[in-house]
């Protein structure tokens, strides 16, 4: 043939090759495209995908040679691995009807139960047993990250066996350059123009190049001789599915098509993995009725070696056997559980299957518990049998762990340079402990050490130490033994910790560590220095009285001390001891300022500073510039904080001491009326469930003069939950006369932190308590008290007429006063509130009482009778 025939002939080819792809393409999208890298998955629809697999599979291409054509063709990765996935979907709904030849999906496949399931049924996926779990390499089929897929993008390798379906390119370059696209038919053969058929079924890719070479020799005679000036190069196209057969003990047994790349291991993963109980040690390949290869997957899960997971070839049959001999391993090793024994093998190669043992393993011996044809039995085994002893199926062998003790460890703390933990050496004794530790610290206490020793039923004795004496070698040395504890206590372990205390007018009052040749200076410059408001004479030092019975409590010295903490006058050079109290006394020409506040109708509402121990309401309202058009004097009053509660101290918050009250309220108990007496009771108990300290967040100390008339004012009980102490309180003032008179005996002398409030021109009354309708009423001139009661209604059956009160916008309260008869109500102004108060409940009498009373009553009936008679 002329080489314009045979140009001719592969343009005819090429030609033909591009027409097939442009022709799938335009298919699956829908349009004429001129590469197949431009197909978009998303665009699919299922039918086009369905077509797609069909079209692949009457070409005799299976999936995996169908996602390598397309990344050869220039598809993206990423399109194919969508295709993929809208492949495995389209099965999953049963869109594209497939016989139990075809692989299970890797991307979304479900799990095979062993039990009562045909031939290819699948269920869904369920969580591994416990038993399942404890099974050595159980779970590596059965690991969606770990498909086994072979790798599709790699050479051919040159010891494949080629077979019918695949495809062969040959590149003919040098002197002469062609490219022949070949396909081994069913018979086995390629047909090469103007050559003819050649088999090349059966050979290796090696072999086959050779064969081809020698056959192309004909035509390019440039290829022959020892300076050949033509070459050949053979490679493998798209490659060939196989079918196999999965038959034993797997999930799914069948026949399954794979890529001619498959191996044993692909094959496991396509059937499911391999059930309960399986072989994993026994996995045997047949080839035309003949075992040729044998496979241990612990050698792959032990060793890494993956030399007999061969390639599998086209009806192969790969079987799984049930498993012959397992035994169970537990204990302190690295991978406990249920593993698969060989005939040949012993506990020592079982314990490399597990890992191996924990760094806390008892590895001398071990215990196994084995069957008998009768019942079970127990045996020990020692470290040098472990190679020779075979287990047995069922076996469980169970190693211990190490005591939780030490050999040669003993301990040494206390006043020593290293205190540790050192090992015991032979001869060994107290002073070479010390000596280990590097020597005694200088605040070692030398006259006496415990030295702790656990005796042999694992109670423990003391024995004392002179440890001066031994390490001067006055006395002989004491020999340690295993688990002593020395301990040498320090001379500051022996006393109490020595502190000295200041208080007073100093930033940083408190109890500070007392130290040696300490002065009152260096403990002022520990607590901060002074206060502007201190003293720096007659500072005052309280001194512990010891050895002496007079009855003499403290000594008190006293210093004095400028602001730049040199000591001056007497006892210059006094020095510190343990315990001393430094009290800083206040300036007595120092005052701290004091506000008050003024609120309501005044032309300069807000703070101000008491300017004068003396000064009075009348002088506050001047200074705030007096009263305004809108201004009610007859409703204006004066809150004052609480005289139970003295003021903190620079913003100082006290606590108060509930034992103090609890310890009052008994002591007024003694003259009280009965509700009084119901009210401490209370209180009394919501103290003791207390305990102690209640946190006072106004601030104050509550003082000791506890009066018994204002306890109901001190006092506000909360519900059930809490008890809170009132730190303010209404005083009734006349301010009207307080402006007419200033310094008279109605104008106050104001404290620190009072309130005066002038309200605005008040128009209402309310009326509150035992009414029909507790209302709000606009104040009317000449009204008087029943009037406004009949506003709200009248009085209540349980109303307590003559208990009524009135309480004024100002803050004072009047009472309703009786005569023989007769009520006198007071009167009302505006802003006053009207209080009813109800009867106090009362039981009824019970028959029983009534029955003591008609008896008492005839009683007395008799009585008198007789004595008439």
Known sequence: MTSNSRESSHAIKLFLALF?????????????????????????????IEQLIKRAESSGMSEQQLEAMARERGMPATEVAKLRVRINQIRNKGGIQSDSTKPLPSQNRQWIQEDDLGDGEIEEEKPLSEEEKKIFGYQLFRNSKLTFSPNMNIPTPMNYILGSGDQLLVDIYGASQFTYDLYINSEGMVFIPNVGPINLAGLTVEAAASRLKNALGNIY?????????????????????IQISMVGEVFAPGNYTLSSFASVFNALYAAGGIKQNGSFRNIRVYRNSKMVAEMDIYDFLVNGNQSSNIRLEDNDVVLIPPVEKRVEISGPVRRPGLFEMKSDENLDDLIRFAGGFASSAYPGLATVFRTTEKEFKVENIDRQNFGSFAPKEGDKFIFGELLDRYENRVQVSGA????????????MGVKDLVNRAEGLRDDAFMN???????????????????????????????????????????????????????????????????????KVADLVLRAGGFKESATSAQIEI?????????????????????????????????????????????????QRERLVR?????????????????????????????????????????????????????????????????????????????????????????????????????????????????????????????????????????????????????????????????PKQLQTVRMRGEVLFPTTSRYRENAGFKSYISRAGGFTDRSRKKRSYVVYANGDVRKTTNFVFFKFYPSIEPGSEIIVPAKPDREPMSIQGWLAIATSLATLGLLVNNIVQ
């Open 20 to 48: 097939i792809m442009l022709i799938t393409v335009s298919f699956v999208q829908g349009q004429s495209l001129s590469d197949i890298q431009n197909v978009k998955v998303d665009n699919l629809s299922d039918a086009q």
């Open 221 to 241: 005679s440039g290829i022959r001789g020892s300076s050949p000036n033509t070459f050949m190069q053979l490679r493998v196209g798209n490659i060939r599915s």
């Open 416 to 427: 020593l340079m290293r205190p540790g933990t050192f090992a015991l050496e032979p001869g």
């Open 448 to 518: 006496r050490a415990a030295l702790y020793r656990t005796r042999s039923d694992f109670s423990q004795e003391i024995v004392s130490v002179n440890i001066g004496a031994i390490l001067t070698g006055e006395e002989d040395d004491i020999i340690l033994q295993r688990e002593d504890v020395l301990n040498i206590p320090s001379i500051y372990d022996l006393r109490e910790e020595f502190y000295v205390i200041i208080s007073g007018e100093v930033n940083k009052p408190g109890a500070f560590a007392f130290g040696e040749n300490m």
């Open 542 to 590: 309280a001194r512990r009285v010891k050895d002496d019975v007079s009855g003499k409590l403290a000594e008190i010295y006293h210093i004095d001390i400028d602001r730049n903490l040199k000591i001056t006058g007497d006892n210059v050079d006094m020095v510190l001891t343990p315990f001393d109290h430094v009290i800083v006394r206040r300036s007595p020409g120092f």
């Open 598 to 758: 003024v609120e309501g109708e005044v032309f300069f509402p807000g703070e101000y500073t008491i300017a004068h121990a003396n000064e009075r309401i009348s002088d506050l309202l001047n200074r705030s510039g007096g009263l305004n058009q809108f201004a009610y004097p007859k409703g204006a009053t004066l809150i004052r904080r609480n005289e139970y509660f003295a003021s903190p101290s620079d913003n100082q918050i006290k606590s108060i001491n509930l034992t103090e009250v609890k310890q009052n309220l008994q002591r007024i108990k003694r003259d009280t009326t009965e509700a009084e007496k119901i009210l401490l009771s209370r209180i009394d108990q919501k103290i003791t469930e207390r305990g102690g300290d209640l946190s006072n967040q106004q601030g104050g100390l509550l003082i000791d003069d506890f009066r018994r008339e204002t306890i109901e004012n001190l006092v506000n009980e909360e519900g059930e939950e809490e008890i809170s102490i009132k730190t303010q309180e209404m005083i009734g003032i006349n301010l009207s006369e307080i402006m007419g008179n200033p310094g008279g005996s109605n104008d106050l002398i104001i404290q620190e932190g009072d309130v005066l409030s002038i």
